[in-house]
């Protein structure tokens, strides 16, 4: 399947990854790219893959693809940090010095924090444009023209999140009740949890567990639920067993 964005092949720079220096912390990623990125009156220069541009009013639109991120002041694109990702929008005030965050919007996922996260599923091929805005390019008569742009296409991150599709976690109610609790260490706290079922089975995140609670017996002697933990830019989407 393609991919979300795709390297640019015209109109950048592509940029090596460099060492840090005193007044670079932290450095550019690996296959960071530079573009001057013209304003719809001047050229409309198309942010790589995507569709998003410069209109006339300074900001970076995406009319119908992507949902931008503007992340706020940055020192630099190494320090454009996607680990939260909220209040997405399809229009976003140019600013020099800030960074952004480009997803599609048929990939990104709304959790019940509002936070919007990349599936990691090997089939979808998921990635993510992460830029940051350098400098104005600016016209002794014609004023602004538009802005130098560094950026670079990611894919969210694994962190420990388990493996698409797979079963992590059974749950044995062979020597329990109805109504009794089950808990489930997960290795970090910083997580979010989402459960499919029909009422009859509940989760609920208490530090770093899962406690579950089955209200109603499956319909045969397993039953599975679809269980999606979200860490940061990411979400893996997994079955739960549950025996009885």
């Not at 919007?116 to 390019?137: C, E, H, Q, S």
């Not at 499919?196 to 319909?219: I, M, Y």
Request: hydrophobic share 35%.
């Amino acid at each position: 399947m393609r991919s979300v964005f795709l390297p640019i092949l015209v109109s950048a720079f592509v940029m090596t990854a460099a060492s840090c220096s005193k007044d670079e912390t932290p450095g550019d990623p690996e296959g960071t790219a530079i573009l001057n990125m013209y304003n719809e009156q001047n050229g409309k220069t198309i942010l790589d893959d995507s569709d998003i541009y410069i209109n006339d009013a300074g900001n970076f639109i995406s009319p119908s693809s992507c949902q931008l991120f503007m992340l706020g002041a940055r020192s630099g694109l190494g320090a454009v940090d996607v680990s939260t990702l909220q209040n997405p929008a399809p229009e976003v005030a140019v600013m020099k010095g800030y960074g952004y965050v480009a997803v599609r919007g048929v990939t990104g996922r709304v959790f019940p924090s509002h936070n919007v996260a990349l599936p990691l599923d090997p089939d979808r091929n998921v990635n993510y444009l992460k830029f940051y805005v350098m400098n104005n390019i600016e016209d002794a008569e014609r004023g602004t023209l538009g802005a130098v742009v560094k950026f670079v296409i990611e894919k969210p991150r694994n962190y420990w999140l388990p493996e698409w599709n797979s079963t992590p976690y059974q749950l044995d109610y062979s020597s329990k009740g109805l109504g009794e609790e089950v808990s489930v260490p997960l290795p970090d706290e910083n997580f979010e949890v989402e459960l499919d079922s029909n009422n009859d089975l509940t989760c609920e995140k208490q530090g770093r567990n899962l406690v579950f609670k089955l209200l109603d017996w499956p319909s045969y002697d397993s039953g599975y639920y679809t269980l999606r933990l979200r860490v940061g830019e990411s979400y893996t989407q997994v079955r739960m067993e549950v025996i009885h």
